[in-house]
């Protein structure tokens, strides 16, 4: 079974700072997805940012990158430049290769402060 | 207009009473999920759908029935509410698996549902 972790339920960043969240999970599978959700007060899930676990280069998308270290089964998010919508609950999750079914951790609220 | 559409938004109901959620896509997939959103649970599956003559329960499915009608549409019932049913329910799509895809699942704007 896969489980993901995220040990910050809450954090906040200085706007035009940058601001790191934490993520952890575990599988067995040998290829799988991870991603970063954003949720802000609209509620709507956003896709802020996907790492395949094959592909060793970290992904970027613009001011999010993440760094992805997998021996460690580590997936951490990082946004530079933080801006006030920005703030929201981020989520991590996995999936399988073959199979898109998401498991999530639990959520980190990421407030930006003006 | 959204590629995922959920009704209701919000829903207020009373225990023992039958509900249904509805969800309809424009995205062509194959694919389609029911999540369920808890406070410091973050999400969850509750049943899962890969084509029309596909149905698969989901890590929570009990005290839930889906319906897959269509390729577009898969609706969540709950047959009698309760109030620990209280939750944000999303509705979610994919293509399916591979690079093309990148294993990506769209969401719903979620229904927001409290069983009183």
């Known amino acids: 079974a896969q489980t993901v972790t995220q040990s910050q339920p809450e954090m906040s960043v200085q706007e035009a700072e940058t601001v790191t969240l934490s993520c952890t999970y575990d599988t067995s599978e040998n290829n799988y997805y991870l991603f970063w959700y954003k949720q802000p007060p609209s509620r709507q899930m956003i896709l802020v940012i996907r790492?395949?676990?094959?592909?060793?280069q970290n992904a970027t998308e613009n001011r999010f990158s993440v760094n992805f270290q997998k021996a460690a089964k580590s997936f951490s998010l990082k946004i530079s430049d933080s801006q006030l919508g920005d703030t929201a609950m981020y989520f991590c999750a996995t999936s399988r290769e073959y199979g898109n079914k998401l498991v999530f951790g639990a959520g980190t609220i990421l407030r930006v402060k003006s | 207009d959204a590629d995922v559409t959920q009704t209701p938004r919000n829903r207020i109901t009373k225990t023992g009473k039958r509900i249904m959620l509805e969800c309809s896509q424009t995205k062509g997939h194959d694919r389609m999920y029911w999540y369920r959103q808890d406070p410091g649970l973050g999400l969850r599956l509750i049943y899962y759908?890969?084509?029309?003559?596909?149905?698969n329960k989901g890590e929570i499915s009990d005290g839930y029935s889906v319906s897959r009608q269509a390729q577009a549409k898969f609706s969540l019932s709950l047959e009698s509410a309760i109030p620990n049913q209280t939750a944000l329910y999303f509705c979610a799509t994919s293509a399916g698996t591979g690079e093309a895809s990148g294993n990506t699942i769209y969401f719903g704007e979620g229904s927001w549902l409290t069983v009183v």
């Open positions: 759908s890969f084509d029309v003559k596909d149905i």
């Open positions: 790492q395949e676990a094959y592909k060793q």
